[in-house]
């Protein structure tokens, strides 16, 4: 029985990492991300019962399938787009994986990109404006550049260095005034 696979999307297209059942995700794990938005040990990647199963480890920035962030286990299926940090991996089940999820209801092997129907990428006004920058259906927007401060710190740092340059300079004009 042979393993499954992460084919990277994003940031290295084509990269092909084989997962192994108990293989943990993150910038300390065994397959390894550099990436400061992920965890140490960020997800782990199980088999249960010849399905592959991906769970998020309790990050703080979660764990996505097909855009949509994970609780538990999941199962994994032919072609789901699995998102850790900046990275996006498409899952492909080989020989020995069938690849359908728990969930299937018998209707044959899920996961197939005909049967299965594409993630809902409109969930909120913000995301479909990002979204609708002409990305290929079933592919992730690209995640917007976050602030690390909010305005009112920035401003208050504007606001204090403005405050010793002006001080600063009246200290030298009084300087050259007593001179």
């Not at 399905?51 to 789901?80: H, K, P, Q, W, Y």
């Not at 969930?123 to 690390?148: D, K, L, T, Y």
């Amino acid at each position: 029985m042979s393993e499954p696979v992460l084919l990277e999307v994003r940031p290295a297209s084509g990269r092909e990492l084989p997962v192994r059942p108990g293989a943990t995700i993150g910038r300390e794990g065994d397959i390894a991300i550099d990436d400061g938005d992920v965890s140490r040990q960020h997800a782990q990647v199980r088999l249960v019962e010849a399905t592959a199963m991906i769970e998020d480890l309790g990050s703080t920035n979660g764990t996505f399938v097909n855009e949509e962030r994970i609780a538990g286990a999941v199962a994994l299926a032919d072609g789901d787009l699995v998102r850790i940090g900046a990275t996006v991996w498409r899952f492909q089940a080989t020989a020995g994986h069938s690849g359908a999820r728990p969930d299937a209801g018998g209707a044959g092997p899920a996961g197939h990109r005909g049967e299965v129907p594409p993630p809902d990428l409109t969930g909120s006004a913000v995301h479909r404006a990002i979204a609708s920058s002409a990305q290929p259906p079933g592919e992730f927007a690209p995640e917007p550049s976050r602030r690390r401060a909010s305005a009112a710190r920035r401003m208050g740092a504007t606001v204090l260095a403005v405050a010793v340059v002006v001080l600063t300079a009246a200290a030298v004009v009084i300087y050259l005034a007593m001179s």
